[in-house]
């Protein structure tokens, strides 16, 4: 069974930094690109940050470019978000996942799995 075990999310003050961490099924890795992603309340969930299968490639929303770094470690099957400048727009869960987001038929219908995801709030 595929697992996505986000954590390190928290509270912080706008400006400081928090580092998540992505543990996942060891299946996933050396395969496939991952990313993390975040979902806002009242927003759709978003793809933040990618890494390409190898970590030689890798993408972000504009927002968060200069001030988060994604990384992986195949070997251990884990996967960083490195959060520096943290704006209160940065409020929300965020989750790890392939990218695009791994899916698996259930009630006659493709759902993609996903884990519980790690809260960050960043206040003013």
């Known amino acids: 069974q595929v697992q996505l075990v986000e954590s390190g999310g928290g509270l912080v003050q706008a400006g400081g930094s928090l580092r998540l961490s992505c543990a996942a099924s060891?299946?996933?890795?050396?395969?496939?690109?991952m990313g993390w992603y975040r979902q806002a309340p009242g927003k759709q969930r978003e793809l933040v940050a990618g890494?390409?299968?190898?970590?030689?490639?890798?993408k972000y929303v504009d927002s968060v470019k200069g001030r988060f770094i994604i990384s992986r470690d195949n070997a251990k099957n884990t996967m960083a978000l490195q959060m520096d400048s943290l704006e209160p727009e940065d409020t929300a869960v965020y989750y790890c996942?392939?990218?695009?987001?791994?899916?698996?038929?259930?009630?006659?219908?493709?759902?993609?799995?996903w884990g519980q995801g790690t809260l960050v709030t960043v206040s003013s």
């Open positions: 996942n392939a990218d695009p987001p791994i899916a698996t038929m259930s009630h006659g219908a493709y759902v993609e799995i």
């Open positions: 060891a299946n996933m890795f050396s395969i496939n690109a």
């Open positions: 890494i390409s299968n190898n970590g030689s490639h890798t």
